[in-house]
């Protein structure tokens, strides 16, 4: 059997408060917890280190800018000790490795250096909203294109939508974590999400990580919610 699928609960919340809760009442449960722009800015990186203590953490910050800056910027977060982090890979094959260099060189350990995670295309962009960029490309032309770039320049994985992983896996092989949001557990609203697959399905096409928010955090019982999907994971 291959390795199950990871869960990863995001806690998107401007509330200090609230991420300590969750902190608490899901952090043993879960394999991580994501936090992102909307937590770090609002509470700030003391808070990140408080709610993240003792949990594995995916910092979701996806960083952008040129080389020198990105790679300083991720030595300036590597106190934080995420397993996972993101940088875009449309900031290029320079930005990226100097990424993965910064990283080697905050964690000479191998085992406990974050691993680097790019994004390619947004799934809240379509055709249109690339033509407007200047990409005359589909988004899953693009996603491809933007994928191998990541991987060749030294990003451990990419973060992708369910439905783009058969894609990935075929051109990219096994090697590479993909880390999927946009999942719902079978009967759960799908709020904004548009393309949405379940823990099982996930799972099935491939996915390393499966990030879920609202399903868990909005959920009467947040705990029970979150059990339930490690189980679906477990027996997928
Ligand atoms: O509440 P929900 O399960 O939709 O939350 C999904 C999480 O995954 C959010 O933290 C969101 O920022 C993140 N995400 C996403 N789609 C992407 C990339 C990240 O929903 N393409």
Same mark, same amino acid.
């Given at each position: ?19 300590? =809760?969750?902190? $608490? ?9 994501? &936090? @992102?722009?909307?937590?770090?800015? !609002? ?7 408080a709610v993240s203590t003792g949990h594995q953490l995916f910092l979701d910050l996806k960083l952008h800018d040129i080389p020198n800056t990105v790679a300083s910027g991720l030595s300036a977060l590597a106190p934080l000790r995420p397993a ?47 033509? =407007?960029?200047? $990409? ?9 294109? &933007? @994928?191998?770039?990541?991987?060749? !320049? ?83």
């Open positions: 059997m291959s390795k199950r699928t990871k869960l990863i609960a995001a806690f998107d919340t401007n509330s200090r408060s609230q991420a300590e =809760e969750w902190s $608490v009442t899901l952090g043993k449960t879960v394999d991580a917890i994501k &936090l @992102g722009l909307e937590f770090t800015y !609002a509470c700030g990186l003391d808070a990140v280190r996972l982090t993101t940088i875009h890979a449309c900031g290029g094959a320079e930005m990226i490795s100097r990424s993965r260099e910064a990283l080697e060189k905050a964690f000479p350990d191998e085992v406990h250096r974050p691993r680097l995670l790019a994004v390619t295309v947004l799934t809240s962009m379509d055709d249109a909203g690339l033509r =407007e960029t200047g $990409v005359n490309a589909t988004p899953q032309e693009q996603v491809l294109r &933007l @994928g191998k770039l990541a991987i060749s !320049a030294g990003a451990d994985g990419l973060v992708c939508s369910a439905h783009e992983i058969a894609l990935l896996r075929d051109a990219l092989g096994d090697k590479p974590v993909l880390v999927v949001p946009g999942i719902r557990p079978a009967g759960s609203a799908s709020n904004d999400q548009k393309r949405i697959m379940t823990p099982t399905q996930a799972a099935q096409a491939g996915a390393d990580w499966i990030v879920v928010g609202r399903p868990i955090t909005r959920a009467p019982n947040p705990a029970l919610a979150a059990q339930e999907i490690m189980a679906e994971l477990a027996s997928a």
